[in-house]
């Protein structure tokens, strides 16, 4: 049986009493009895998330909108004609993903506009990881990086369609807590692109200057390391960071339920 939940309806101005989880009638997320709704603004992570993600996009998509190959940052691998009209498609899709994952990620949005969360979860599944993903399989199984990022990229892909599809299902069987994990775990991957560009800053640092010496003076191998450490690094610390996340909730879950079992009952 559906556990009760108070949450507060703002068309009615007051509480109601619906079922924790209720997706396609009533709010995706239930306010807790006694635990105070934390207002958008009041989410520390919310605008900053949005306005990295922005930045990220202003300064990555324009090279590829021209559709010109020469004006990109990634250098086509020999013999494959088509890998630059499938990497434009992969980072079009890419950003649709981003920023959608943006507004589903964002709890107030959820509570207030269910549908459109719906409607913005499918354009997020099926106008962008999943395209996104498979083109990512294909021309990261032939990276001009290495094979170090080669294997990362193809692993990361299909982690990221199969997170994205177990989300996806578990909302359609209403499985609305499993629902959240996986999501959860897809907008980590989504963002990871992010955290791969900053790992890949910080290892040219450290890594460039080390060329003549760690490298022999081969540029290429500089190149594949850089890139290698960073797409590794770049998802596999997002992924731990979502898992820590999820366990510290079910952490927290786990004390109230244990608080509110030991608590002393009052006798009639
Ligand atoms: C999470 C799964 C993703 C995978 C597996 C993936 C895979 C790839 C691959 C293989 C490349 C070519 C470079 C290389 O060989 O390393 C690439 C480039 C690129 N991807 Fe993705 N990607 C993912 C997500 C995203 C997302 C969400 C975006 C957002 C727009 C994005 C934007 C880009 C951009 C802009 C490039 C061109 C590189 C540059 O200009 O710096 N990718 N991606």
């Not at 090279?63 to 990109?72: A, F, G, H, R």
């Not at 989300?167 to 959860?184: K, L, P």
């Not at 450290?206 to 290698?228: H, K, M, R």
Request: aromatic fraction near 10%.
């Amino acid at each position: 049986m559906a556990e009760q939940t108070s949450t507060v309806d703002p068309a009615k101005g007051g509480p109601s009493r619906i079922p924790s989880g209720t997706g396609r009638t009533g709010r995706m997320e239930a306010v807790r009895p006694g635990v105070p709704r934390v207002r958008w603004w009041r989410r520390p992570w919310v605008a900053p998330l949005a306005v990295v993600a922005f930045a990220f996009l202003a300064f990555s998509l324009p090279p590829y909108l021209s559709l010109d190959p020469s004006l990109s940052r990634v250098p086509p691998p020999e013999g494959f004609a088509a890998y630059h009209p499938l990497l434009v498609a992969h980072i079009l899709f890419g950003a649709v993903a981003m920023i959608t994952c943006c507004l589903q990620i964002w709890p107030w949005f959820r509570q207030r506009h269910p549908a459109v969360h719906r409607l913005a979860g499918r354009v997020y599944v099926l106008g962008g990881v999943l395209p996104a993903g498979a083109l990512g399989l294909v021309i990261g199984a032939f990276s001009p990086f290495g094979p170090m990022a080669r294997v990362s990229n193809v692993i990361l892909a299909a982690l990221w369609l199969a997170f994205t599809v177990a989300g996806f299902r578990t909302a359609r069987q209403r499985r609305f807590t499993d629902h959240r994990r996986w999501m959860i775990r897809s907008f980590a991957l989504t963002m990871s692109i992010i955290t791969n560009r900053i790992w890949g800053a910080i290892a040219a640092i450290i890594l460039v200057p080390q060329l003549d010496t760690a490298f022999g003076g081969s540029e290429t191998a500089l190149v594949q390391a850089i890139a290698g450490l960073a797409t590794w690094l770049g998802w596999t610390t997002s992924l731990l960071l979502a898992e820590w996340w999820l366990e510290r909730g079910d952490a927290a879950r786990r004390r109230r339920r244990t608080a509110v079992g030991t608590r002393p009952r009052l006798s009639a």
